[in-house]
């Protein structure tokens, strides 16, 4: 039997107002306008339990731990998403800088930005995201939350 966690049509665009009223300001401010929370001072930079994480504003899994990495960064650090077609990337130029945004595609969430500085026997790639876009679910409540069919990732 298929998990209907797997399935992209159970995850939809949730309304500004409706976030207003369900996300705290900070996760607010992230994920609809495009801030950053500050480094060593968010909830899943130092993170280092089995299980999920998933947007924010919508359910949708985007990382997993096993792909979570310490880069010193301050931020938590991803070398892949679960499923590259959960994520766009944006050209950002803001901050007089040229980057990727990444952004989480069914809840056009402002999730972080990826960079090319991460551990080369990971794939070389460092997303590097707000913790506040996220909602990490512990190993041990993945099956009742409806995510066991990702729990094979973990090993």
Known sequence: MENNKMKKENYSKTPKDRLE????????EVTQNNATEPPFQNEYY???KK??????????PLFISSAKFES??????????IDESAIIEVRDFTH???RT???SKIGDSHLGHVFEDGPVELGGLR????????????????????YEAFLTLLD
């Open 96 to 98: 007089g800088m040229m």
């Open 72 to 81: 010193g960064c301050g931020w938590p650090s991803f070398a892949k998403p």
């Open 51 to 60: 299980g999920i994480y998933v947007d924010i504003t919508t359910g949708e």
């Open 127 to 146: 997303y590097c995201i707000n913790s506040a876009s996220l909602r990490f679910i512990p190993k041990e409540s993945m099956e009742k939350e409806g």
């Open 101 to 103: 945004e990444v952004r």
């Open 46 to 48: 130092n993170e280092f």
């Open 21 to 28: 009223k369900k996300l705290t300001k900070i996760q607010y």
